[in-house]
């Protein structure tokens, strides 16, 4: 089964607009983070945000927020007031595990690519 | 605070060949961990190192290999090159084990 689905490969908006990219998530662990990150045509990986499963308020970043719900295993990231430089691909990632685990490593969705519209 | 860097940019090889690509983490961070992004692939992950260790490594033959040196850079090496080779490669560091923070990536094509 996939971790990590993603299942808007494309979105518009319009500019000024606020638009929500969907995430949902599949984990046993009960301690794992969740992240979005924003990755323009020149291919680097931003980070945007993170979720931790503990928290027990949704993440904000200025213009991003995260809307978690961890019973539904979603974890949809939210953009307010959209900008012509947030054109580009937004994937979720997971990391599970806590401070005791073995694994590290993030496991990536297949990706949005969001285009806001002037 | 410099970021991330790696190198090369790009890096063009022909099948059988080796490939070496570089990273350097954020200073004082002591996790590196090597990505593939591969077209319809989506990104995988292929090496974690800490503190000059292996620590994990993803679904991958081990002709991709790596090491962390002494100063925290990283390595890796992907020896006899096929063409499903070509990816962008990203590296990412971590303070251990906070949120990674991705370098430009490495473009490699193999001809």
């Known amino acids: 089964a996939q971790k990590i689905t993603q299942t808007q490969p494309g979105m518009f908006v319009q500019e000024k607009e606020a638009v929500t990219l969907d995430c949902t998530y599949d984990?046993?662990?009960?301690?794992?983070?969740l992240f979005w990150y924003k990755q323009p045509s020149s291919g680097e990986m931003i980070f945007l945000i993170y979720?931790?499963?503990?928290?027990?308020q949704n993440a904000t970043e200025g213009r991003y927020s995260l809307n978690f719900q961890k019973a539904r295993k979603s974890a949809n990231l939210v953009i307010s007031a959209s900008q012509l430089g947030d054109s580009a691909m937004y994937f979720c990632?997971?990391?599970?595990?806590?401070?005791?685990?073995?694994?590290?490593?993030?496991?990536f969705g297949s990706g949005t690519q969001l285009t806001v519209l002037p | 605070e410099a970021g991330v860097t790696q190198s090369p940019t790009h890096l063009i090889k022909t099948r059988g060949q080796q490939a070496t690509l570089r990273c350097s983490p954020i200073?004082?961070?002591?996790?590196v961990y090597w990505y593939q992004q591969a077209l319809g692939l989506g990104l995988q992950f292929l090496l974690w190192?800490?503190?000059?260790?292996?620590?994990n490594r993803g679904n991958f033959p081990p002709r991709f290999s790596g090491r962390q040196f002494p100063n925290y850079s990283s390595e890796l090496n992907v020896n006899a090159l096929e063409l499903e080779d070509s990816a962008l490669y990203l590296c990412?560091?971590?303070?251990?084990?906070?949120?990674?923070?991705f370098g430009p990536g490495t473009r490699l094509t193999v001809l």
């Open positions: 190192y800490d503190e000059g260790e292996e620590r």
């Open positions: 979720q931790g499963s503990y928290d027990q």
């Open positions: 990412a560091s971590s303070r251990f084990p906070n949120t990674q923070y």
């Open positions: 990632a997971m990391r599970e595990g806590g401070a005791s685990g073995s694994a590290r490593q993030l496991t």
């Open positions: 984990t046993s662990d009960p301690s794992y983070g």
């Open positions: 200073s004082g961070h002591t996790s």
